[in-house]
């Protein structure tokens, strides 16, 4: 069964501080992971999407980093703002489309609160 | 407004009622979707449509009816609405189904179902 599994669940930082966010998943075949930011009362918006050549990715203050062999990705925020406080989620395909669907596995998210 | 929007924003409903959420994209998206989202789950899909007048299920189709007579719309039905109903629902649509195609989400609609 197709799984996306996100580490930790939630999490607190200071304002200012680094931060990395984990993603596993089960998911075959595989062809790319992407990274979603949800806002609180908003629809998910996408940060990043990664192919399986593709190592490290960058999108301003966030780099997302991608090891096909061991199934890991993983979101690192640097230099937190109060403006990062929302869920991230990883999404993967979920294999071969039929009739033409997209259709993606999503993790249940880290939820990320960025404080004073 | 361009976009994709849904509506209402919120509907409290009782049960056994009918209620259709609204989806309005204006990017002429061949592809839409349904996706409810409740604690402890990720989004998970309800239908989808590869065009006008094609839809097909997704992962949780029970309880739902979606139709698409113009590729603008995707409206979304539930027949007679289930407190195991209530959740946030999002819209979302995608210009292709190619590897790195991004879907676009609406604001969602909150439904609560008494």
């Known amino acids: 069964k197709n799984q996306v599994e996100q580490s930790p669940q939630s999490l607190i930082i200071l304002e200012g501080k680094n931060c990395t966010l984990q993603c596993n998943y089960t998911v075959s075949p595989f062809s790319n992971l992407r990274w979603y930011k949800q806002d609180t009362g908003r629809g998910p918006v996408s940060l990043t999407i990664?192919?399986?050549?593709?190592n490290t990715k960058s999108n301003g203050r966030y780099t997302a980093t991608l090891d096909a062999d061991t199934k890991q990705s993983s979101l690192h925020i640097t230099a937190s703002q109060l403006s990062d406080s929302a869920s991230y989620i990883c999404v993967v395909p979920g294999g071969t489309p039929t009739g033409g669907g997209n259709k993606l596995t999503f993790g249940t998210g880290t939820q990320l609160k960025v404080e004073l | 407004d361009a976009g994709i929007t849904q509506s209402p924003r919120y509907k409290i409903t009782e049960t056994g009622r009918q209620v259709t959420l609204m989806c309005h994209q204006t990017?002429?998206?061949?592809?839409m979707f349904w996706y409810r989202q409740d604690l402890g789950h990720g989004l998970r899909l309800i239908y989808y449509?590869?065009?006008?007048?094609?839809?097909d299920k997704g992962e949780v189709p029970d309880g739902y009816v979606v139709s698409r007579s113009k590729t603008e719309n995707f409206p979304l039905t539930l027949e007679s609405a289930t407190r195991s109903q209530t959740s946030v629902y999002f819209c979302?649509?995608?210009?292709?189904?190619?590897?790195?195609?991004?879907?676009?989400f609406g604001a969602g609609t909150r439904l609560s179902v008494l």
């Open positions: 449509s590869a065009a006008a007048d094609i839809t």
């Open positions: 990664m192919t399986f050549s593709e």
């Open positions: 990017w002429s998206h061949s592809y």
């Open positions: 979302a649509s995608s210009e292709s189904t190619g590897s790195k195609n991004i879907q676009y």
